[in-house]
């Protein structure tokens, strides 16, 4: 139906979808930019006599990685790894790994079980964020004993509890990414 007011104006459910596509900047950004701000929460003026700060960055790239697989290309561990390592004290080349090895490990996992639910991503993302952080702490140089681990206990208990708010946060972030804008035509 024509508005008699405006007749350029398009009443019909449809029309303002018509000659819309994804802006390429967000479609492809978002991840990444999230990501990479993610690695500078180092940086935020947090005090505390043992590591209790999840690592946001990983889980970021994890949560992207689980719900959208095809997004984050392989090799995307290691610029993201490597600007973790340059804002988390870790040193040079271990967030290059373990961000790599995860993307590897989750791809592989993809290949062998392609359907899963949310369930099965938080006890996948809670073996993952164990082990990252297991094997940071032992990279850094930390001997492995009973007090590292014991000092690992609430870093790792607030990452359980935090990856479904990130996940959230990565869908939020997802939303955004797929908006459509006009297109020029």
Known sequence: MIDPINPRARRDAFGS???????????????WVSILLASLTPLLPIIAPAPILPPLAFMLL???????????????????????????????????????????GI??????????SF???????????AAYLVVAALVSGAHPDRALLLALVPQFALSMLMFPIIARIVSMLDRLRLLRVRRLA
Do not use: C
């Open 119 to 129: 369930w099965q991503d938080w006890i996948i993302a809670i073996a993952v964020i």
């Open 107 to 116: 791809e592989a996992l993809d290949a062998r079980f392609p359907w899963r």
């Open 62 to 104: 994890l949560a992207w990685r689980l719900m959208r697989p095809g997004l984050l290309p392989l090799w995307a561990g290691l610029p993201l790894g490597a600007f973790d390592d340059l804002f988390s004290g870790q040193p040079f080349g271990s967030g290059i790994l373990l961000f790599s090895l995860t993307l590897i």
């Open 17 to 31: 979808k018509i000659n819309r596509d994804h802006a390429p900047l967000l479609a492809y950004g978002v991840p």
